[in-house]
């Protein structure tokens, strides 16, 4: 087994500290020009922002430290595969490229639900790679949700 490439190392660790919290353990981190130029935590209730998912915190971030909308040529690691919103998000900053962990067959958007990146009206596609500390991730998900029931 191989270890996990840096940029999900700290995914996982941002979305341990969102369980901490309380909120759902997903993290993320987008990496610019091979350089970790942010990296965020689900926060919807710390923030009472329902669009302050992990995915939307770090593009917002990684575009404020950037100095530009679009973010050409990055990578976006997270946890649980993005949501519609998410996913929307994603394509208007023009990731480069997607690499998430766990899949989402409930509220997942790229190859669960309405897979955002297929549709005809996306008018931008990045490159997905799943399963990239799937069982990391999914662990702390079930773990979060078992002590919630």
Known sequence: MFPLPEP????????????EAGEVPVGAA????????AVAANA?????????????RV?????????????DGCDLWVTLEPCAMCAGAIAHARVARLYYGAPDPKGGAV??????????????RPEV?????????????????????
Do not use: K, S, W
């Open 129 to 149: 790679y799943a399963g990239i500390g799937e069982r990391e991730a999914a662990t702390l998900l079930r773990g979060f949700f078992a002590g919630r029931r």
């Open 8 to 19: 999900m190392r700290l995914a996982l660790a941002a979305a341990r500290e969102a369980a």
């Open 30 to 37: 987008l990496v610019c020009e091979g350089r970790v130029v």
């Open 59 to 71: 593009i917002r971030e990684a575009a404020a430290t950037l100095g530009r909308e679009r973010l």
């Open 111 to 124: 190859e669960h639900g309405p897979r955002f990146f297929a549709q005809a009206t996306c008018h931008h």
């Open 44 to 56: 919807p209730r710390a923030l009472r922002d329902p669009t302050a998912h992990a995915e939307m």
